[in-house]
């Protein structure tokens, strides 16, 4: 059985998709763990809201 794989469009990073997603409070994307803030916030909206 093939396991299932998440791509970030942030990092684009492969992870497994159990283990690593979680959802944009402001876009509602799937992003890693590492391009979500402790706010809930991705990379990109960061950047959108900082400018």
């Known amino acids: 059985m093939a396991e299932k794989k998440f791509e970030c469009v942030a990092c684009g990073q492969e992870f497994d998709r159990e283990m690593a997603v979680k959802e944009c409070r402001m876009c ?4 890693c763990d590492e391009c979500i803030s402790a706010e809930g916030i991705c990379v990109p909206c960061d950047e959108k809201d900082a400018n």
Request: no cysteine; net charge positive.
């Open 28 to 31: 509602h994307r799937n992003y």
